[in-house]
Structures are given as C-alpha cells and as structure tokens.
C-alpha cells in the first residue's frame, strides 16, 4: 500500500515539473525567436505601412507571421508573450490594402494557407476590441 502510493506521488511529482518545464521552455523559445525576428519584422511591417512592400515582402512577412502563430496555437510558443509584443502584426496588417488583396489570393489558391494566421488574428482581434472598447487607462496610475 506504501509503494502504491509513493508511486502515484512520484507520478503526480513527474508530471508536474513536466509541465513546469514545458512552460519555461516556451517562455525561453518564444523570447529567443522574437529576438531573432523583430528588428526584420519591423522593417517589413514599416514598408508595407508606407505602401513600399512588394509581394515577397508581403509574403516573408505573413509567412513568419504564419510560422509564430502555429507555434501558439500548438502551445509550442507562450500565447501572452507574442501577443503583448505583435498583438498589432495580427490585426492591423489585413487592413492594408496590399497585404489584404496578397492574403486573399494566396488563400484563394490555397485555403489552408494563412489559417493560423487568420485563427490566431480572429482569436486576438475579439480580445483587443474588448480591450480597446474598455477603459483601461483609466486604471493606469
């Protein structure tokens, strides 16, 4: 009865830190990726704001924004980390022309292609109307 218990503790113990470790390994992944990509991300997201994205900026563009949000959806990548940081790459870009008129051809072809994207800014876009429709200012010291 001693060791069926111990065992069931080292189980419950076992999958506990495993879980613990999958958390900082997504916290420690999705940091070390951001780093990576930012400042190319930023640069493309300006030229596509300043109508000087050609369609393979576009493409790179939603392509590595595709490949982040995947990896949030799987939970490879921590949900709060890339939203506090790109929340704006997954709302603001389909409102520009060029990116819109890209993304619905691409996905006129293909129309799995994008759909993390087009989940994960869907996902967003509610909690940012909320929040954007809220007065959280107002709470700000």
Request: include cysteine; aromatic fraction near 12%; hydrophobic fraction near 40%.
């Amino acid at each position: 009865m001693l060791s069926a218990a111990a065992i069931i503790i080292g189980i419950i113990t076992f999958y506990i830190k495993l879980n613990k470790d999958s958390e900082v390994a997504a916290y420690r992944e999705t940091i070390a990726y951001m780093d990576r990509h930012a400042d190319v991300l930023r640069e493309q997201w300006e030229l596509i704001q300043a109508n000087d994205a050609d369609q393979k900026v576009i493409k790179l563009f939603l392509n590595r924004l595709e490949q982040m949000a995947l990896l949030v959806n799987k939970k490879a990548f921590d949900n709060e980390l890339v939203y506090s940081s790109y929340w704006e790459l997954y709302c603001k870009p389909l409102e520009q022309k060029c990116v819109e008129d890209f993304f619905i051809a691409s996905r006129i072809k293909d129309r799995h292609i994008y759909s993390e994207y087009k989940k994960l800014s869907e996902t967003w876009g509610t909690r940012i109307q909320e929040e954007q429709s809220g007065d959280t200012l107002s709470s700000v010291p």
